[in-house]
């Protein structure tokens, strides 16, 4: 039963209860950026970058915050904050200028102390060492050492933390586990279960709305509820399990502004409520949204060389014996990607924002690579840039990426560029000219610098050619957000994909995003970055003064493990679906992948024809992988409808949307195929359109509540809800029929529920029954 705080509750009866649409008392131009995201506050402490949310941040007169120790930099740009004993899972931070306030919303997730033990059993170790996902894999300090038991003390948010022991050196299972899971690659790992009070944190839906007001539902206790226009407090009444907002006057002058909510209690924070207006009116229908709007986005990725070839007259493959065809341009370029804008194919496709792979100018020669075995390479990828500004000219010219750049915007579509600032190639003059620019390559203990992606995260190099760069050198930081800042004013393109995010401090995304927003003075721009690691370090480069989002790397290889083998179980793909709700918000514009150029193609392993526990290059350099099974079409289609159907950013790895196989790089970037395909590849390509078209035209896929309503090993159920939007997603993984019957809850609307593709089932009031074919999914709406 839920309850709201009543001495709360009666305060804002008395202020607001019967109150219509009000005028807030706000400035004519807001001074803050964006309807800015939440601050995710550490234990240790924070530092709030204000200067990336308020565009003049020497304006801030004073600042306010409940519950936390603080500290105001001098200089207005950065404000310190430290939670205390008292601090709450969610508190407003309220920044005055010129006597008009801003709020900023603060979530907070106490860790937790915990002892650990490993008993040694009578076997005599010189040292026992930690590795897991809560210290990205890098092996602990040594544990203590008590008669044989080993002992540690983590300080760990609530979750799952997969794990190994290391001892002596050697990797193994802890024996004194029996909570195991796969690591996704063919093996397993113990994992240590951190209980999670959040689970008992109120539950928002959205309930109904009309001309002038908004009704939220609420399931559970709440302690605390904070409402804002944009950035604004404003007045809502709370009654009944309902939170009702009347919509400021404000809104009707603005083409685009959002009602966020944001709950409590003493178990933690709920998810979140967005809600967008136009001209101070609920949207209603997906028409209405437009290229701008950043949730409503569709991806798809392409590598340029390899995609369509439309100027044969500028085909310069290295010629060089050592490098195989692989690994050698094959001509694919920039007028051949507005051949096909032109011809369609991304419209009827349905997306709505093509990435493309970078297109700076790469060597005219092959390198070796470091690592055994050596194979050489050209830089037909893009990502050994030798210039910062100028276009390959493999790829095409200046005029070639206008033409690009125009014909998308002409279809309504936005483009995103890939752009590389962690390294350049040796051959790029800026290096030459400063090789003190770069970051050691060769360490004290004589090893060399290369692919150290954790120990030496931040200055670790990709290879001996492609030196890394020392960021906290000025002169560094202005180069790379300089010419990131060209690729915008001068092509107009809409925003980047950046690489290898990780590793590159956050003061560079910061300057950079802060750069882009004063000197372009677009109101959109779309950052999307590149980090394998924990939640926690891909969160860190995710806020309102750096990057939209990142790709949700670890979501994706739950989603990859359990929907391409059979054995693997949808309660972890369920639990890992939570874990990035609670990190990265319930609205987040998160990456959600259907594989990428660095990972081997999802279809070759549901497809039978690579296993997770092998070298995946090297077995796209000795045999012809292909699809060895059709029912890993099925698994595919399985995958699109998931990405798709959660929140985030759906992005679709060109090819994926006709079952393409590949095994590891790079063979995973064989050349785009858009004539004679077989049946089963044309199957694919119409489900995948069915289903994006679903994402872009169903306003509860992109802004709807996820409600997680059932998972076994077998099947998994989910809806989004906006208002009366409900759509209900079923998967089935298995080999035989499924018969499941779910009771629904009382507030998703099932009026007149129909199913996106053939499908048996009935209600009976509150409760589903359906019947899943074999490895099938389902969208009812």
């Given at each position: ?34 309807a ?8 240790e ?90 210290n ?50 063919g093996?397993?790992n ?41 950035n ?239 960021f ?37 995304w ?9 000197e ?14 924990s ?110 159907t ?20 790079p ?29 872009r ?8 509540d996820?409600?997680?309503?059932h998972?076994?090993d ?13 759509s209900?997603i ?52």
């Amino acid at each position: 039963m839920s309850r709201i705080n009543l001495s709360f509750l009666i305060v804002l009866i008395s202020l607001f209860g019967c109150s219509k649409s009000v005028e807030l008392n706000i400035p004519e131009i807001s001074e803050m950026y964006e309807a800015s995201g939440p601050v995710y506050v550490n234990e240790e402490g924070s530092e709030i970058y204000l200067n990336g949310y308020f565009k003049q941040v020497e304006k801030i007169d004073s600042v306010k915050l409940a519950n936390y120790n603080f500290e105001l930099s001098k200089d207005r740009k950065w404000l310190n904050v430290k939670p205390t004993e008292n601090s709450p899972a969610l508190e407003e931070l309220k920044v005055w200028m010129k006597g008009y306030s801003y709020s900023i919303i603060l979530l907070y997730v106490k860790k937790v102390q915990y002892n650990f033990t490993f008993d040694s059993k009578g076997t005599i170790y010189k040292q026992v060492q930690l590795v897991g996902s809560f210290n990205s894999w890098t092996p602990s300090e040594s544990l203590i050492n008590e008669n044989g038991l080993w002992t540690a003390t983590l300080k760990l948010s609530p979750g799952r933390y997969q794990y190994q022991i290391v001892a002596d050196g050697k990797w193994m299972l802890d024996p004194g586990n029996s909570i195991q899971e796969s690591n996704n690659i063919g093996g397993f790992n113990s994992v240590l279960v951190i209980d999670d009070p959040s689970e008992n944190s109120p539950k928002l839906f959205t309930s109904s709305f009309s001309s002038h007001k908004i009704e939220i539902g609420i399931n559970g206790n709440v302690n605390k509820i904070v409402c804002l226009w944009d950035n604004y407090a404003i007045p809502f009444a709370a009654e009944n399990n309902i939170i009702s907002i009347n919509i400021p006057k404000n809104a009707r002058h603005l083409e685009r502004s959002f009602i966020r909510i944001w709950s409590n209690n003493e178990f933690g924070y709920s998810n979140d409520i967005l809600i967008p207006l136009e001209h101070g009116k609920v949207i209603s229908n997906a028409s209405k949204l437009n290229r701008t709007d950043k949730h409503a986005q569709v991806l798809y990725f392409m590598l340029v060389d390899r995609f369509n070839n439309g100027d044969k007259s500028i085909d310069k493959p290295v010629v060089d014996p050592e490098i195989d065809d692989k690994a050698n341009y094959w001509g694919g370029d920039l007028a051949g990607i507005t051949q096909k804008i032109k011809e369609g194919y991304f419209n009827d496709l349905g997306v709505s924002m093509i990435w493309l792979s970078p297109i700076t100018q790469n060597p005219m020669e092959g390198f070796i690579e470091y690592p055994a075995p050596h194979r050489k390479y050209s830089g037909y990828h893009g990502y050994w840039p030798i210039t910062l500004t100028t276009v390959d000219n493999r790829f095409g010219s200046s005029q070639a990426l206008k033409e690009l750049v125009a014909s998308t915007h002409e279809n309504n579509m936005n483009v995103i560029l890939d752009y590389v600032s962690n390294h350049v190639h040796q051959q790029n003059k800026n290096y030459i000219d400063n090789p003190h620019w770069a970051t050691i390559l060769d360490l004290p203990d004589g090893r060399k610098n290369i692919r150290i992606w954790e120990e030496h995260r931040l200055t670790t190099w990709f290879d001996t050619f492609l030196p890394s760069l020392n960021f906290d050198l000025p002169e560094v930081e202005d180069m790379m957000s300089d010419s990131a800042m060209f690729w915008i004013t001068e092509y107009n393109i809409d925003g980047f994909r950046h690489d290898a995010t990780k590793h590159i401090p956050t003061p560079y995304w910061r300057t950079l995003t802060k750069k882009l927003r004063d000197e372009s003075k677009r109101d959109f721009v779309f950052q999307i970055g590149e980090t394998f690691g924990s939640r926690e370090l891909i969160r860190s480069y995710v806020g309102s003064d750096m990057l939209d989002g990142q790709f949700d790397f670890n979501l994706y290889f739950d989603m990859r493990s359990i929907m391409a083998v059979d054995n693997e179980s949808f309660v972890k793909l369920s639990q890992s679906l939570k874990e990035s709700q609670k990190y990265y918000g319930s609205h987040s514009l998160m990456g959600n992948i259907t594989g990428n150029h660095d990972l081997p193609r999802f279809i070759s392993f549901a497809g039978g024809a690579l296993k997770f526990d092998e070298d995946d290059k090297n077995a796209g350099w000795t045999r012809d992988i292909q699809v060895e099974d059709t029912i890993g079409y099925y698994k595919l289609l399985q995958v699109a409808a998931f990405i798709h159907t959660i929140p985030g950013i759906p992005v679709t790895y060109y090819g994926d949307e006709i079952g393409m196989p590949g095994a590891g790089d790079p063979d995973n970037r064989r050349p785009m195929k858009f004539d004679n395909l077989t049946r089963f590849e044309q199957m694919v390509k119409d489900q995948t359109t069915q289903i994006i078209m679903e994402r872009r035209n169903n306003l509860s896929l992109i802004y709807g509540d996820l409600i997680l309503l059932h998972s076994d090993d077998n099947t998994m159920v989910y809806a989004r809800k906006y208002f009366e939007m409900t759509s209900i997603i079923v998967f089935n993984k298995t080999n035989q029929t499924k018969i499941l019957i779910i009771k629904l809850p009382e507030y998703l609307n099932t009026k007149g529920l129909k199913s996106l593709t053939d499908c048996d089932f009935q209600l009976s009031g509150n409760e589903l029954e359906i019947t899943l074919k074999p490895y099938s999914y389902y969208i009812l709406e």
